[in-house]
């Protein structure tokens, strides 16, 4: 008791209030509080702020969110990298090969829109490390059934061990469209791949295998007849391939 | 294809929306004008999402870009009008009293340099660390800490009257 408390720093003050103070300082800012009144009173005073800053804003939570920001997010993008990136690749490709023009005439719109979903839903799925997936591979055959049953098609799962990847399991995302399912794989190092299957839309035609690479993140897809498939994964564009072979011979019933 | 609107699964932004919708709030307090902040933040975000890296939190990243939105707009704005500053001398406390606290209290919050009442509220209500304010608003992390002890002195100024007792102590 009379050792006389180390004095403390005005970041020390405001750590102390936000709850970021070093646990093994705080006692030691505690007893110093007690024998100045002043900075006590700061303190007391910063404490007040943040409590009254959180009863005027925190109403703000619970109150609807306005359709037009839900809207927002969920409605399908008109301008998008990724998709420039394709109409511009398939421009270049018009100069070149006599069908592309036929080719980019029609279904592109369409698959690149579900291309650019898959990426976006692989980049934030595949990162998680807590939460990758909502229903595991060990109920898989409830994860195939229930995905199944939204998009109102019957899926599959397919095998890619062959690769080194194993099921990780799945979720039920926003496609464009309606309902779209995501199936994650990873392999040993812990590298993630996704299949990502959603409604094609009305009129949409059976395509080739298309190749999209934004970021280091690769995507393949193709439409069969009236479901949109897109692989995704940070792997080089022929072994991609080559799974996407196996992928749509194992969903081509 | 039709299915039951409720059941539609969310967009990953879209348990961020309350969050962004609040701090919105703090930062333009006219409702319809945050949530036109917040909506241009969605926009943003959707058409920047390959920048996002995998890594990292994606609540900090979306209240980044929020940031970047609404200082596009506050320069592209003192472009357009005179920028009114304030110094201590000018400020007249608000009114006290327990039934108009909350008033006084966005009143108050409404007359801080915007810079100050980031750090505010990304700190006091958003809860995020020091770290991470630093990065959503792009300075050091000095600056955060020098930011918000300026801004509650300020609050405490406007709040309390221009009487608050010395704020800053000699050393």
Redesign the interface.
């Known amino acids: 008791m009379t050792e006389k408390p180390r ?1 403390v720093s ?2 020390e003050l ?2 102390y209030v ?1 709850g ?1 103070l070093a646990a093994e300082r705080v006692a030691e800012l505690e007893a110093w509080l007690a024998v100045d009144a ?2 006590a ?2 303190v007391r ?2 404490q007040a ?2 409590r ?7 109403p ?2 619970n ?1 609807p ?2 359709p ?3 809207e ?3 409605r399908p ?1 008109r ?4 998709r420039a990136a394709a109409a511009i690749a398939w421009l270049a490709l018009g100069g070149i090969a006599g069908y592309a023009l036929h080719d980019w005439r029609t279904p592109p719109v369409v698959t690149a829109q579900f291309a650019e979903r898959a990426a ?2 692989h ?5 998680e490390v807590q939460h990758p997936v909502e229903v595991t591979a060990e109920q898989e055959s409830h994860l195939v059934q229930w995905l199944s049953k ?1 998009l ?1 098609k019957e899926l599959r799962t397919p095998d890619f061990t062959p690769f080194g990847y194993q099921l990780v399991g799945g ?4 496609g464009d ?3 779209a399912a995501q199936f994650m794989y990873q392999d040993s190092h812990g590298a993630r791949l996704t299949l990502y299957v959603s ?1 094609a839309g009305e009129g949409a035609q059976s395509s080739a295998f298309r190749y999209e690479e ?2 280091g ?1 690769r995507v393949l897809y193709w439409v069969d007849r009236d479901l949109g498939f897109a692989l995704v994964g940070e792997l080089d564009r022929t072994r991609l391939m080559d799974v996407a072979h196996v992928a749509y011979q194992a969903l081509n019933f | ?3 039951p609107k409720q ?8 348990e961020h ?3 962004l ?2 701090y919105a ?2 930062l333009l307090r006219d409702r319809t004008r945050a ?1 036109d902040l ?2 241009d933040t ?2 943003r975000a ?2 920047k ?4 890296r ?2 990292s939190d ?1 609540r900090a990243w979306l209240f980044t870009v929020m940031h970047n939105v609404h200082v596009n707009q506050i320069r592209s704005a003192s472009n357009r009008m005179v920028t009114i500053e304030y110094n201590d001398s000018e400020m007249t406390p608000a009114r006290g009293g327990d039934v108009t ?2 008033h006084d ?2 009143n108050a ?1 409404e007359r801080l340099l915007p810079e100050h009442r980031e750090v ?2 990304l ?3 958003e809860q995020f ?2 770290e991470e304010a630093a990065r959503v608003l792009d300075v050091p992390i000095g600056t955060v ?1 020098s930011r ?2 300026r801004a ?1 002195e300020r ?2 100024i406007l ?1 309390e009257g221009g009487t608050a ?1 010395q ?3 000699v ?1």
Not at chain 1, 123 to 127: I, L, Q
Not at chain 2, 7 to 14: G, I, L, S
Request: charged share 25%; net charge positive; hydrophobic share 45%.
């Open positions: 004095a005005d970041e405001h750590a936000d970021r002043e900075a009173e700061r005073a910063f702020q943040n009254a800053l959180q009863a005027l804003l925190d703000v939570l109150e969110v306005p037009r920001l839900t927002t997010v969920q993008r301008a998008l990298p990724l976006v839903a980049v934030v799925y595949a990162a939204r109102g979720r039920l995302l926003p469209k309606g309902p409604a934004e970021a993140t | 294809m039709s299915y059941c539609m699964p969310n967009h990953p932004f879209e929306i309350p969050g919708r609040r709030r703090a949530d917040v909506q969605l926009e959707l058409n999402f390959s920048l996002f995998r890594d994606l606290a909350l209290l966005a919050l505010l509220v700190i006091g209500v660390s020091y800490m918000l002890s509650r609050l405490s709040l007792p704020l800053r102590r050393k």
